[in-house]
C-alpha cells in the first residue's frame, strides 16, 4: 500500500485507518472483494458478508472509516461539502487497490461491493478510476455530487460487471441518481444490471445477496 501520513488530521482523516480482511491470504489469493461499509457502520461489520460466499481463493477487505463515515454530509451535497473527508476516502481505496495490485492481484480480478455510502463511494472510485475490474456491485448507492453534476469521466470499464440493487422507495437514494448512475457506467462500457425493489426501504435483500455471490464466484472461475 503507497504510505500516507498516518497523522494527516483533518487534511486526510482516512489516512491509515485499518483494514478488516477474511478468506485467503492476499498473498495467495486468486481474487480480491473490496467491501466498503454505509454511515456509521463498521469494517468488520461489513466483512461478515464474506460467510455469505463460498468461492475460494478470494481475500476479502473492509477499509474502516474515521469516525465510521466516508464523508460528513449526503451525498447529494455539492462535491466541495464533502471535502477533504471525500478525498481522503477515495485515496483509502486507491491504496487498497494498490496493495491489492501489489500482491500480484489483476485488477479485472478485484471486485468492490458497497452498501449505502459504501455503494456511492464504490461507484464514484469505478466511474473516476476507469479500468476493467473484476466487478462492482452498488447497493443502495450512485454516483456523487448534486443533480447537473458533469459527469465527464475519462476512460473506459472495459465491460466490468456491474450490478445496481435498490429500493423504489429508499429514503436516502433517489431512484432517478440509480438511473443516472447505470447510465454513466454503461457510457464508460460496463455490463450493468440494474434491479429496483417495490417497497423494499433502505436494506439489502436475498436477491441481492444471490447476484453478488454469483459475481464473486465469477471472479475465480477460468
Do not use: K
Not at 468461492?55 to 461539502?81: C, H, K, M
Not at 464508460?188 to 441481492?208: A, F, K, Q, S
Amino acid at each position: 500500500m503507497a504510505a500516507r501520513n498516518p497523522h494527516a488530521g483533518d487534511s486526510d482523516p482516512h489516512a491509515g485507518q485499518s483494514v478488516a480482511t477474511a478468506g485467503a491470504a492476499l498473498e495467495s489469493a486468486d481474487a480480491a472483494v473490496l467491501f466498503v461499509h454505509g454511515r456509521g457502520a463498521t469494517a468488520q461489520g461489513m466483512i461478515e458478508m464474506a460467510s455469505e460466499f463460498d468461492a475460494e481463493g478470494v481475500a476479502y477487505l473492509a477499509p474502516q472509516a474515521n469516525g465510521r463515515t466516508w464523508y460528513p454530509n449526503s451525498f447529494l451535497a455539492p462535491i466541495d461539502q464533502n471535502e477533504p473527508s471525500l478525498s481522503s476516502a477515495l485515496d483509502l481505496l486507491g491504496d487498497l487497490r494498490e496493495r491489492v495490485t501489489d500482491a500480484g492481484i489483476a485488477a479485472d480480478r478485484t471486485m468492490f461491493v458497497g452498501f449505502s455510502q459504501g455503494a456511492c463511494l464504490s461507484s464514484e472510485f469505478v466511474a473516476r478510476n476507469a479500468r476493467e475490474y473484476g466487478g462492482l456491485a452498488a447497493l443502495s448507492g450512485g454516483v456523487i455530487g448534486p443533480d447537473g453534476t458533469p459527469r465527464d469521466y475519462d476512460g473506459s470499464i472495459d465491460g466490468t460487471p456491474v450490478f445496481l440493487g435498490c429500493s423504489d422507495s429508499d429514503p436516502h437514494i433517489p431512484l432517478e441518481r440509480v438511473h443516472e448512475t447505470r447510465d454513466v457506467l454503461e457510457d464508460l462500457g460496463g455490463d450493468v444490471e440494474e434491479r429496483i425493489y417495490e417497497g423494499m426501504g433502505h436494506g439489502i435483500n436475498e436477491d441481492e445477496m444471490e447476484c453478488v455471490r454469483g459475481m464473486v464466484s465469477n471472479l475465480v472461475e477460468d
